[in-house]
């Protein structure tokens, strides 16, 4: 009985899921809202509405952008309801967070890039798990990234590039903090669509993720933390 129960509930957040993806695939901003209060009505976890909704939706446009069978103003639109999308859960997932102190982070997209959605997605989560986070938006030179680290004395610099052409200012980042002695205290992970952990090891950088989980997870092992507890 408690399995056939399971079942159909998870069915019908599957449904809400896939509704809020194929909404957002077809760039139909006042659906995907109305879906998201919807699932807040249904308490389902705000994470998951982000992950299997959310970015899920926006990934298929992102293929389809890369085969040329979608375009940028479509990606536009999407992108701006995945940021009004947050915005109606930020505020449920940052309640629901009960750990506080774990460590403090700078995040930011790098120079020259202005792809930002990713990049708040993990500031949110690292926020939810108990980290203090400084977000500099997009574009961020590596004199931002090292002078805010060394004013809020934070332990982790978090870098997100989604252009080839920029992710190279990560390189720069770090050496930019060897070059100001900060190197020992300041741990650095990157992501996003064109890192990979080979370019990772490359710039020496000390942790390299594909999701906001593992965004989470590696934040946790920096500060002494391992495991999901
Ligand atoms: C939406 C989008 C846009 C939107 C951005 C809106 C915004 N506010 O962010 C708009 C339309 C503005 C845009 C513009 C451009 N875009 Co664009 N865009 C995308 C698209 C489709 C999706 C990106 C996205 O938001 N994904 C959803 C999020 C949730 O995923 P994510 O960013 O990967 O983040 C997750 C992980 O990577 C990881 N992560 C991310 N950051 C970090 C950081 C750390 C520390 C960790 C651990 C993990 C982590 O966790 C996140 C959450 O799970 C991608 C396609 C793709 N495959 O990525 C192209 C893409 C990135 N864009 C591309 C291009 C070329 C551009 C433009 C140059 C286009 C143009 N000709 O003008 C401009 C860029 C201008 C600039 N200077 O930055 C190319 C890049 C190609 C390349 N190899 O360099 C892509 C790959 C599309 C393509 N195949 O052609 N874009």
Known sequence: MNHYIFSWVKALNDDIFQRIRESMIACQSEDVLQLIQKAIKQKLDASEIIKEGLTAGIRVLGDRFEKGEAFLPELAVAAETMKEGLKLLEPLITESSDQKGLGTVVIGTVQ????????????????????????LGTDVSPEAFVNKAQETDANIIAMSAL????MDKM?????????????????????GAPVSQRFANSIEADGYGTDFNQAVR?????VGKEGSG
């Not at 252009?163 to 920029?166: A, E, I, V, Y």
């Not at 050496?175 to 020992?184: C, F, V």
């Open 171 to 191: 390189r720069e980042t770090i050496e930019l903090l060897k070059k100001e002695g900060l190197r020992d205290r300041v741990k650095v992970m990157i992501g």
């Open 112 to 135: 020259g890039d202005i792809h930002d959605i990713g990049k708040s997605i993990v500031a949110i989560m690292l926020i939810v798990n108990g980290f203090s986070v400084h977000d």
């Open 218 to 222: 590696i934040a946790r092992s920096f």
């Open 163 to 166: 252009l080839t052409t920029t």
